[in-house]
C-alpha cells in the first residue's frame, strides 16, 4: 500500500471522526503561583470545536487520495 493511499485513509477516517464527534473536550493545568512550599495551580476544562467545513475538507481530500490513479 502506497503512501498516499494511507495518507487518504487517515484523512477519511479524521473528517468523519470530526463531523461524529464535533468538538474536542481536555484540561488546562496552570500554575498560578507559589507562596514558600505551597504552590497554587488551577485546572480548566476546555473545549475545542472542530469546523464542519473542515471535517468536510478532510474526508474530500482522502477520498480524492483513495481514488485518484497515478499515470
Sequence with gaps: MSGTKI???ILLVAG????AYGHIDYTKDTEKGQIGPIKISVTENKTAVIPSWA???AIVAGAALLFIRRG
Design 7 to 9: 495518507l487518504g485513509i
Design 16 to 19: 468523519i471522526l470530526g463531523l
Design 55 to 57: 471535517s468536510i475538507g
